[in-house]
T-cell receptor, first 111, second 113 residues
Framework: QKEVEQDPGPLSVPEGAIVSLNCTYS??????FMWYRQYSRKGPELLMY????GNKEDGRFTAQVDKSSKYISLFIRDSQPSDSATYLC???????????FGTGTRLQVFP | NAGVTQTPKFQVLKTGQSMTLQCAQD?????MYWYRQDPGMGLRLIYY???????DKGEVPNGYNVSRLNKREFSLRLESAAPSQTSVYFC????????????FGSGTRLTVV
């Protein structure tokens, strides 16, 4: 079992839709969780990070961590075609403190 | 501000050839990383350098070597390339190894034939 699991998609939604992207993880010791966005043929860029449980909001983006169910979510409100990208969740490994990434979910927002 | 610069952007190698991927950052970051990205596998850590003068293995180090030349530069070497090393390679850096806001380069697309 991979330490972080993501549905690879693609997830295709119309412009203006609310998008929900999800990850599950296997080790409850993790405390730091991140979402990275990767445009085609580019490197990942940090979108949001959260510490422990709860929500964190930044503009149209909300990151949510539910440690009891080991579930990480990213919500995008009023999605735009420019949000079309692959979204990678990541968490800090309790062993090495290095980021471990999920496989990514490809999102397509069509006009 | 260039951030993390990787060279080359594209490379085709024959099996058994060697090459070095170069990475440089201009953000005065202490920690640097090499990842490879493959379809269905996500980003996997090859090697990292927590600080200048130190390097450690990541999840998939076999077939690779690294050099932290100075604080700015971290190179990845393939001594004898194999088709299984066909991948997109990303270099990243962070202020410290406990800072998880990694800055990534734009990647090197390597094909081994």
């Amino acid at each position: 079992q991979k330490e972080v699991e993501q549905d690879p998609g693609p997830l295709s939604v119309p412009e203006g839709a609310i998008v929900s992207l999800n990850c599950t993880y296997s080790n409850s010791a993790f405390q730091y969780f991140m979402w990275y966005r990767q445009y085609s043929r580019k490197g990942p860029e940090l979108l949001m990070y959260t510490y422990s449980s709860g929500n964190k909001e930044d503009g149209r983006f909300t990151a949510q961590v539910d440690k009891s169910s080991k579930y990480i979510s990213l919500f995008i409100r009023d999605s735009q075609p420019s949000d079309s990208a692959t979204y990678l969740c990541a968490r800090a490994s309790y062993n090495t403190d290095k980021l471990i990434f999920g496989t990514g979910t490809r999102l397509q927002v069509f006009p | 501000n260039a951030g993390v610069t990787q060279t080359p952007k594209f490379q085709v190698l024959k099996t058994g050839q060697s090459m070095t991927l170069q990475c440089a950052q201009d953000m005065n970051h202490n920690s640097m990383y090499w990842y490879r990205q493959d379809p269905g596998m996500g980003l996997r850590l090859i090697y990292y350098s927590a600080s200048e003068g130190t390097t450690d293995k990541g999840e998939v180090p076999n077939g690779y070597n690294v050099s932290r030349l100075n604080k700015r530069e971290f190179s990845l070497r393939l001594e004898s390339a194999a088709p299984s090393q066909t991948s997109v390679y990303f270099c990243a850096s962070s202020e410290t190894e406990a800072n998880y806001g990694y800055t990534f380069g734009s990647g090197t697309r390597l094909t081994v034939v």
